[in-house]
């Protein structure tokens, strides 16, 4: 299978949310060394216990829409919906001859006031302003009805800065609070997870008693948000170029549960360089589950945050060298229980380890390279995808006045029933152009 982009690439955008562009997920598998006992409470005092209910990620989509954005002109941008019910795409403004690319638009707004919309619920929207900034203040969040409008300051920080990005980063809810990874004064600086209460808007920090450093957040297990800390020395690649084996890193790799419901911050797992090769170990969180992954060994199991259990789902991964690259192990997606990797052609069913060939969609091409559809949103028996790329080119003014063209890629999203995803079968309902 090919990959569409390049390696370097891929490993910044889709490791997840990073407090360095250099970290990687690592994480241990089940033949690792046995998890560190969970950590002592910290002080939760002044933590308000909240609701027991697990997390789920804001999506900017649900099964009637999906929300986007694309750049209007100088500074502004719009937001455009995918209606998946009638399979269409357009802006939602329904003003009499607006041209939707200046302020009067109500679906249009200016570089920073979001990122993206996310569905809180049936008739609300959510944004967070992206300034990555306190200049002036703290981030918003945005709240707006389904059609983009009546767009409210629902709560804004004094030095908090959000991080959310769709995906990667996904703020969440259990229904009676948001929950998002930031930080305090600058982006980089003081790492964050907020909680917001939807009632009154009151923005708590859950980790104000216990502010670890983040290497990369990866997710929400359950109630639990799940972030890894790292001390490391890594080696001049050029000290001895006689060396032909992978110069590897030396420290300690830890992963920590952050209890929403008590405050309580407790050590999931943590191993060191002396116990295990941190280089050919991995972890992500897919659809509330935390996996784990060991590349030399074959491995792929689960960890329970409020248990500490263990799960080995199957040791017949295909095996890697040390140097190999992490991220064709990335678990994408998990639909109807089977597990999808970025770059390997199989497929594992989390229930009983099964792993089978994946059955391949038509290529979408890009960038003279081809890919497998990528999944935009996953419905449960239906998904998203990009159906087709359709190359063009465009005209541009360069700096000196000089037009010139360059090439671009339309693409189009299509629903897709589960079954014919995981089978190979193109049947494609088309919705529209994807915005971007």
Known sequence: MKRAFSLALTALLLAGCTAAPAASGDA???????????????????????????????LPGDKTQYYMIEPTEGELFRYVVAD??????????????????????PATFIRGESNAAFVLDENTLVAFTDTQSTADGGDKVILMDRNCQDRRVFTAGSDEIFYVQDGSCPAYTDGQYLYCFGYHGSFGVSPAIYRIDL??????????????????????????????????????PNADPTITVPNLPTGTITHYALDTAT??????????????????????????????????????????????????????????SLDSYNGDYRIVANVNGWLLFNGLPILVNINDGEIRQRAELPENCWNDSGHQPNVYLNLGDTLLVDCRW???????????????????????????????????????????????
């Open 28 to 58: 241990a598998a089940s033949a690792a060394p046995a998890p560190s006992p969970a950590a002592e409470s910290t002080d939760t005092a002044e933590v308000a216990a909240a609701t027991s209910e697990a997390l789920r990620p804001l």
């Open 84 to 105: 998946l019910v009638n399979h269409t795409t357009g802006v939602p403004c329904d003003i009499e001859g607006c041209t939707h690319d200046t302020e009067t638009c």
């Open 199 to 236: 009632e009154t808007g009151v923005m708590t920090d859950l980790m104000a008693d216990n502010r670890l450093p983040i290497d990369l957040f990866l997710g929400a297990a359950g109630r639990y948000f799940i972030f890894m800390s790292s001390d490391l020395t890594y080696p001049n």
């Open 263 to 320: 405050g309580e911050m407790r050590t999931l797992y943590t191993y060191t360089s002396d116990e295990w090769e941190l280089s050919s170990l991995d972890a992500y969180v897919v659809d509330g589950q935390y996996y784990q992954i060991d590349r030399a060994a074959g491995t792929l199991s689960t960890l329970d945050p409020a248990t500490g259990e263990s799960r080995l789902i199957t040791d017949g991964l295909p095996t890697a």
């Open 390 to 436: 359709e190359a063009d080119t465009n005209t541009y003014i360069g700096s000196d006045g000089t037009p010139f063209t360059a090439e671009y890629s339309h693409v189009y999203l299509a629903l897709i029933s589960a079954d014919d995803y995981l089978n190979g079968v193109p049947n494609y309902t088309e919705v529209g152009e994807y915005a971007t």
